[in-house]
Structure formats: structure tokens, C-alpha cells
């Protein structure tokens, strides 16, 4: 699945149910964030939210982040 455009506190209910329609078979889910220009912190802790439950039952992997996320994680002490 590619992200792409701007996640903010307005587009995190439509991330929500992106990410719960895409993970309903129980495979793992790559989230290739390549494509993203803006995240914020809503958006931010909904994607690890979502991340960490995959991660915990069928795999999730977050390839070609941009340097933001890992920078707002750092801030915000989550692990993507």
C-alpha cells in the first residue's frame, strides 16, 4: 500500500479505515511511504497505532520513509 498526499488530524479518520479495510484478511501489509509530503502527529500516531498491530499479528513493514517520520518519531518516542 503506498501513502501518499498529506495526513493531518482531517484525513486521520479516512487512514483509519484504509488501514483496517486493507489488513482485514490477516496478511501482512507493506506501507511504502514514499509518496507522503505531509504527516502529523494525529496522523503519525494512528499510522504506528496501526503499524504495531499488524506487526503483532500478521507483518507490517514501512519501507522508503521520509526523513520526517523517522525525525517526528524521534520526537515523539514512537517506533514506527
Known amino acids: 500500500m503506498v501513502l501518499a498526499g ?14 483496517e479495510m486493507a489488513c482485514e484478511d490477516g496478511e ?11 504527516i502529523d502527529h494525529h496522523g503519525l500516531e494512528r499510522l504506528v497505532a496501526h503499524t504495531e498491530r499488524l506487526a503483532a499479528t500478521a507483518g507490517c513493514s514501512v519501507p522508503n520513509k521520509p526523513p520526517v517520520v523517522d525525525r517526528l518519531c524521534d520526537l515523539l518516542e514512537l517506533q514506527p
Open 28 to 38: 501482512g501489509v507493506s506501507l511504502d511511504l514514499a509518496e507522503l509530503d505531509f
Open 6 to 19: 498529506e495526513v493531518d488530524l482531517f484525513s486521520t479518520p479516512d487512514l483509519d479505515r484504509l488501514l
